[in-house]
């Protein structure tokens, strides 16, 4: 499968499922809010400065090739022309005014977009970059979920994002192209990252710096959607998990594996930190961090063998019967 295919496939993914608003294509070309522009403006300038220069000297050397060619029968040497002051000053003093030109535009924009404090009114989200997943901590909120990024949209008022990264393992970056520029996900380091939507929608992004064997599935959607349908996604999210007693059996399967080592359920004895936070599973529209959609054959194919689907990835297949995967995956559909 070749890069655009597996693009085209993730965002049908996202998008076949979503129900909020438009889906948005990942293009940093088609900026949502004023850092995600700001990034596209020096991107311009930079394309702008450096495709003159091709031009110029493309066009020299086009000029110098027609100009002296070698004539048949004709073996004299061109005229040379050696030692000019105004050219050697020329070609100094020039390239340095571009460089110092990129570079003024680019520290300037560094500058603007790398706030140490929260815009007025911003969201503040925790990111934690794991292998191969990302988690989202809403800190006083009560609500801790993975790979999907809710945040409230009023209308005709831009959402401030203001995110905390911080790294579980090895260096990642966190990229939603529409909403801001990359920032670097280091262990041992918190960054900071504000990003802006404004405009609701779901914007997908993706890890940008190579992170091991599955760094191509660490998939990020950003839901931009009405604050009353965020208020009503936070309440749900902020509940325990629902406990249906027709999947009991299920839920002890799920309770005695070495799956709670690594996964929280709200309310139950699963309390691990390792693995994305099982609680509301159901509410998310894809699994395994974007490699594919959330639905019943997924689900048991992935609690099956996880390898299959997502080689390299830390869950290891529990090496459940085909029954026993259907009950955990019952008690795992209640998750909603
Ligand atoms: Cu995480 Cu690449």
Request: charged share 20%; net charge negative.
């Amino acid at each position: 499968m070749n890069g655009w295919n597996s693009l085209r496939d993730i965002i049908a993914v996202v998008s076949g499922a979503n129900s909020h608003g438009s889906i948005q294509r990942p293009s940093m070309f088609d900026p949502a809010g004023e850092p995600a522009a700001l990034v596209l403006d020096i991107t311009w300038l930079l394309v702008g400065i450096c495709g003159a220069i091709g031009v110029v000297v493309l066009a020299i050397i086009a000029f110098s090739l027609a100009r002296c060619r070698a004539i048949p029968g004709d073996d004299r040497e061109p005229a040379q022309v050696y030692g000019s002051n105004p050219i050697e000053l020329a070609w100094t003093v020039i390239p340095l005014l571009i460089v110092f030109v990129l570079f003024m535009v680019s520290a300037r924009g560094i500058f603007e977009l790398e706030r140490t404090t929260p815009p007025e009114g911003a969201i503040e989200v925790t990111v934690v970059g794991h292998r191969w997943w990302w988690e989202f901590d809403y800190g006083d909120l009560g609500v801790i979920t993975a790979g999907e990024l809710h945040v409230p949209y009023d209308e005709g008022k831009p959402t401030d994002i203001y995110l905390t990264l911080e790294s579980a393992d090895v260096a990642h970056s966190f990229w939603v192209p529409q909403l801001g520029p990359k920032m670097d996900v280091i262990p041992d380091r918190i960054n900071h990252l504000w990003l802006q939507a404004n405009r609701p929608g779901t914007f997908v992004g993706q890890c940008a710096e190579y992170c091991g064997n599955q760094h191509a599935n660490m998939l990020i959607t950003v839901v931009v959607e009405p604050r009353k349908d965020f208020e009503k996604w936070l309440s749900n999210q902020q509940r325990p998990a629902v406990e249906d007693p027709s999947v009991a059996e299920g839920r002890r399967l799920f309770l005695r594996t070495s799956c709670i080592n690594c996964h929280t359920v709200r309310g139950t004895v699963a309390n691990g930190t390792f693995a994305p936070d099982l609680t509301h599973l159901m509410s998310r529209n894809v699994i395994g961090s974007g490699v594919v959609r959330n639905t019943h054959d997924n689900l048991r194919e992935w609690v099956w063998d996880p390898q299959n689907i997502k080689p390299g990835c830390e869950m290891p297949s529990m090496k459940l019967t085909r029954e026993e995967v259907d009950l955990v995956c019952d008690y795992l559909e209640t998750l909603k």
